[in-house]
């Protein structure tokens, strides 16, 4: 199953647009419903938000996400 991040560059933006933009995207990754009968049941966003500064976001329908690894995963 391909779980690549699709890459989304927002650092050309200007400061106060980049973060309405990136709460944007993270609200759409949370309101798009996962299809329980086709893989995979998780998606993930690499925003580039400067040179050296990116957010990583992910969603994971609680059918496959627990507590113990949703801890492991804010550790990593």
Known sequence: ????PRRIDLSELPDAERGRALLACLQ????EPFDLARAPLVRTELVRLGADDHALLVAQHHAITDGASLALLGDE
């Open 28 to 31: 759409r990754l949370h309101d």
């Open 1 to 4: 199953v391909d779980v690549a």
